[in-house]
């Protein structure tokens, strides 16, 4: 069945960084666009970071534009965000999704906890 299983999240300081993992099974990972969101505490899901089939062209939500890196590797399914310079507020459930080009596709992860806190 697909699966999308979120790790790497976690707790750290303000100005640390965490890597993101996204994992994906159960459906044709490389024809499938990949995004990162978040959902704060009593905030609305939005979307932080976006990469194509391809990998070539990326898009990030403008609060995390130079500190957070998305990337994708089709050999391992895997999509990724760099997350550097954390910020209290960057605290949220991290959820990926795939997004089918073409269809009406898509499915989403289970979610990963980040916490930036001193």
């Known amino acids: 069945q697909v699966q999308l299983v979120e790790s790497g999240g976690g707790l750290v300081q303000p100005g640390g960084s965490l890597r993101l993992s996204c994992a994906a099974s159960?459906?044709?990972?490389?024809?499938?666009?990949m995004k990162w969101y978040r959902q704060g505490p009593g905030k609305e899901r939005e979307m932080v970071a976006g990469v194509t089939i391809d990998g070539g062209r990326k898009n990030y939500a403008e609060s995390v534009k130079g500190r957070f890196t998305i990337s994708r590797d089709n050999v391992r399914a895997t999509v990724y965000l760099q997350m550097n310079s954390l910020k209290v507020e960057d605290t949220a459930v991290y959820y990926c999704?795939?997004?089918?080009?073409?269809?009406?596709?898509?499915?989403w992860g289970q979610g990963t906890q980040v916490t930036v806190s001193s």
């Open positions: 159960g459906f044709t990972f490389r024809y499938y666009v």
């Open positions: 999704k795939a997004e089918g080009m073409g269809t009406n596709s898509e499915f």
